[in-house]
């Protein structure tokens, strides 16, 4: 009973914040400046919606972040299975040392680079452009590592070499003994990517033009950025901001937790 | 149907019989040998073209930026050597934002993966409904940083926050937490911990899950208690675990931006607050980099970052193996 009591706990502390960012985004502005917070949802949420789409272009925001993450998702799904469908299950000269350049990379702190990057970022003429967040995450060292893990455990050796005595060639391989075998990991790894796409911060911060190709996360700071602190137009962006990775979130719950309890197994 | 296709077969056997056996089989030992070389190279190109453009090229560069003065819009303005290290290292700015850094650090990761250990043994127990409170625990993970920094923001205001309003309950006094440096620390790391708790619970649960169950029987036969048992089998059974989480977090701490940057809401431009109490070294070279376009001087920090984001992952790694023998 005391272990339920604890955990309990645990999932209201996770979900207070949520629940609290909700409250505040269904409450007139004047609300939170009283002797006691509300802690019940009011009836303002329309309201404080149509205020952040007045106040930045929230729809062209989710449509950029859309484009930006289903496209990195994409991306990253086909060519990390495939590269690590190549290191896992084909024999080629330099496989080990190259599979630890990949691995030492996924430690490397990306904000390293990112003075030459938004220089290579404007020599291809990409500043304030979409591409200049897509490209460079078009894969990911992690996605390769994890890849090649899912390869591993789910391709069997057997199946592979049986398919290349039949004279199948490695693309054929890849395509029909394969990718059956990875889908489960291949959609684990859309998720996590998808949803570290959509909230990242940092490189759209600075590379993107907040006038025409801001993202959701780039839109929300700029909710917050005035003087004048509106707390429930800045919270019920973030509110909206939130939504569509809740509501995957929910939706694939399962899966998640299980991929990343698979994560550490292997790791 | 498969007496028509048995028919057809013997009408294609003539046609390949003209170009003779030898030659289809030594140009398909050709295309074979082909494929088995090429193939595996095309496979993996993709990561390696875009990793040396937009990763292994960045990086190497930064290297290069930092021992010039760099204009961010201007461009190169002449070598200067170590002159950038220099500077930053006489830069008290610069210790300011280090302190801040690690202080957030220890602050946040110390007290979340002692939790995400608790949690993890909480949900290593027989559950009713276990995904559902596994899933619970991951929550903060989904949502983005900013969402995290606006509505944290809120909860530390000073005027009507709630925590203020908790602590006013108890008859504390309010606190003003973006003003000093220790509160606002306490404030930041409080965003850092709901945000990766439970993600990192998830993947202890993933190792205890692995601990061999006889090792808990044969702890229980010497009289352990579940609290021995717990520090002596369990934290050493998932040590390969503890010093990832260990060094992930370490690395991911050290670079921290869009909490503190977003808790800095009434627009002091990435400072970190009226007096640097809260500025990371990583808002420190973006404030460099990108609001004064010393792309060199911010050259220099990311790679003093690099340097101090690995000797602490080596440190951490030591530590976490220590913690082990003495257990």
Known sequence: MLVYALLVGVVAASAFPLYWSFVVSSSDSSAIGEAS???????????NVRRVFDTVDFWLALQNSLIVSGTVTLSNVVLSSLAGFAFA?????????LFLVVIGTVMVPAQLGVIPLYMV?????WYGRLEAVIVPGLINAFAVFWMRQACEEAVPTELVDAARVDGCSLWAVFWHVAVPAIRPQAAVLGMVTFMAAWND???PLIVLDPNESLTVQVALSRLASGYFLDYSLMLTGATLGVLPVIIVFIVLARQIVNGITRVSVNG | MSPLRVSTAPSRQPARADRGPADGARRRWVLTRLDNRVTPFLFIAPFFVLF???GVFPLLYTAWVSLHDWQLIDGDQGFVGLANYAKLFADPDFYNALFNTMSIFLLSTVPQLLAALGIAALLDRPLRAGTVWRAGVLLPNVVSVVAVALVFGQLFARDFGVVNWVLGLVGVDPVDWGAQRLPSHVAIATMVIWRWTGYNSLLYLAAMRNVPRELYEAAALDGASRWRSFWSVTVPGIRPTIIFTVV???????????EPQLFDASGTAGVGGSDRQFQTVTMYLYEKGFGLFDAGYAAAIAWVLFVVCVLSALV???????IRAGG
Request: hydrophobic residues 45%; glycine residues 14%.
């Open chain 2, 316 to 322: 951490n790694f030591w530590l976490a193996r220590r």
């Open chain 1, 201 to 203: 911060f940092f490189w």
């Open chain 2, 52 to 54: 040396t453009v937009f």
């Open chain 2, 248 to 258: 992930v977090s370490t690395i991911g701490g050290l670079q921290l931006f869009a």
């Open chain 1, 121 to 125: 970022v404007g020599e291809l003429g």
């Open chain 1, 37 to 47: 917070p509300p802690l019940i949802p009011g009836g303002y949420l329309l309201d």
């Open chain 1, 89 to 97: 299950r084909l024999r080629f000269p330099g496989r080990n040392s």
